[in-house]
């Protein structure tokens, strides 16, 4: 063999041999504990609505709840998956959600038309790459660091965990708590076989619990330095706790039937028999402003909308701009 046929066989291997690596690292599932999943505001809300990386991921009532893609202020959508899609959160360049197929996008064919699929699942950001991590039934998902806890709801519910390579599955509790509110290592949740307190587990030693309030207390939300929480003992209004001192106060003195929140406002339905609105107000529950007559429900927030729907009518979604203009209509794309 002459030289130069040696030097193009070698230039051709050492391209081949790059070629491959980097499609070994291109399959590489990332791993960061300091990874946060969805706001835990919209997890309380089905998940419907996630952003990361300047795209929002969002499940389209208008193509059988589908996962889809789109630029922040709504332009560009894309639709991932052709089966309805909740609980979205993601991190580094991937998705994890739970899907299944009690609604499918009419464009689906063949054996995929007629088989029931359900289960978490993990995908690129383009919606590539599509796998099941986990074959069950499952209620709220949330990423917490390098795991997907779960609740499974057969034989009475529990909390789960699996790695985001699909790897150590196991049990955390034979509970079905919620794990959706997850800030720095911590799951914070309601008790729900022997309590109704807010207990912190502590993900990344072993999962080990501890109480931090009593009472009969649900939908933690941590926001800043405190956790928000809907009171029970107290016709479900919302309140708060500092989480370094422990002080409680109000900040809600109405009932509550869910809400949301970001770094700025509290968004929330507010219920008095056939008066229920979907009001607004400030972290410390000044400034009350009403948006919506009517009972609202899935409430979720991005950077610039606010998203819900009017009970009774799931295949439409309403949003309103976060720019100040307080205008609500249907959502609708072009």
Known sequence: MSRKAMFGFAT????????????????????????????????????????????????????????????????HPKRLTSMRAQYISGAHGFLYFYMDS?????KVSG???VSNQYGIYRCKIDG???????????????????????????????LNKIRV??????????????????????????????????????????????????????????MGNYIYYMNGDAGYSLWRANMYDGTTEVVINER???????????????SNGLDSQLRRCTLDGENKTILFEGVTNCLNVTSHFL???????????YHMPLDGSNQIS???FD
């Open 128 to 158: 590539s790459d599509q796998e099941c991590l986990l074959r069950d039934f499952c209620g709220e998902v949330q990423l917490c660091g390098e795991y997907l806890y779960y609740q499974t709801k057969l034989n009475g519910g529990a």
């Open 12 to 75: 051709a291997a050492i391209i081949a041999i790059g070629l491959f690596v980097l499609y070994i690292f291109s399959k590489q599932i990332p791993r960061d504990p300091a990874d946060v999943g969805n706001l835990a505001g919209n997890l309380h809300n089905k998940g419907l609505f996630f952003e990361m990386d300047g795209k929002v991921y969002f499940s389209n009532p208008y193509d059988h709840d589908c996962l889809y893609s789109m630029n922040p202020d709504e332009s």
């Open 307 to 317: 998203y819900f729907k009017v009970y009774g009518n799931d295949d439409v979604m």
């Open 111 to 113: 054996l995929g038309s």
């Open 256 to 270: 509550l039937d869910n809400y949301t929140m970001d770094n700025n406002y509290i968004y929330y339905t507010y």
């Open 330 to 332: 249907v959502l609708t």
């Open 165 to 222: 390579d699909k790897k150590e599955k196991q049990q955390v509790v034979p509970e079905m708590i919620s794990p959706v509110c997850y800030d720095r290592g911590t799951i914070y949740y309601t008790g729900v076989s022997q309590d109704h307190y807010i207990h912190a587990m502590n993900t990344q030693a072993g999962d080990t619990t501890r109480d931090v309030l009593y009472g009969h207390l649900f939908f933690p939300v941590v």
């Open 102 to 106: 009690t609604k499918k996008s009419d």
